[in-house]
C-alpha cells in the first residue's frame, strides 16, 4: 500500500537548518509530482513547497521563497525539504503528500524552532 513517511525534524535555533525527508513506498513514485505542507499549531495546514515528477520545476510560497529547497531523488524514492535560515514562525508538523485519485499523506515530523 501506500506509504509516505517523513523524518529529518527535530529542535533547531532560529537561523539554523534542517533536512526532512520523506521516503514513499507502494506506488511510482517517479510518476509524481510530490509537495510538502505544514501545519502549526491553532493554524490550518500550509503549502511549503513542491517538486514536479522529473524534478525540473519546484513552488514555493513567499513565505519560504530564498529559505527552503525541494528536491527529490527518484532511484531513492526519496524526497527532500532543505530549510535554511529557520525562523521561530516556521515551527510546525510538516507533512509529505501527493495527489492521484485521493490524496495520500504521510503522517509527519515535528520541526521546532527555538532558542
Known amino acids: 500500500q501506500v506509504q509516505l513517511v517523513e523524518s529529518g525534524g527535530g529542535l533547531v535555533q532560529p537561523g539554523g537548518s534542517l533536512r526532512l525527508s520523506c521516503a514513499a513506498s507502494?506506488?511510482?513514485?517517479?510518476?509524481?509530482?510530490m509537495n510538502w505542507y505544514r501545519q502549526a499549531p491553532g493554524k490550518e495546514r500550509e503549502f511549503v513547497a513542491r517538486?514536479?515528477?522529473?524534478?525540473?520545476?519546484?513552488y514555493y510560497p513567499d513565505s519560504v521563497k530564498g529559505r527552503f529547497t525541494v528536491s527529490r531523488d527518484n532511484a531513492k524514492n526519496t524526497v527532500y525539504l532543505q530549510m535554511n535560515s529557520l525562523k521561530i514562525e516556521d515551527t510546525a508538523v510538516y507533512y509529505c503528500?501527493?495527489?492521484?485519485?485521493?490524496?495520500?499523506w504521510g503522517k509527519g515530523t515535528l520541526v521546532t524552532v527555538s532558542s
Open positions: 507502494g506506488f511510482r513514485f517517479s510518476n509524481y509530482g
Open positions: 503528500m501527493f495527489r492521484d485519485h485521493l490524496d495520500y
Open positions: 517538486i514536479t515528477w522529473s524534478g525540473d520545476s519546484t
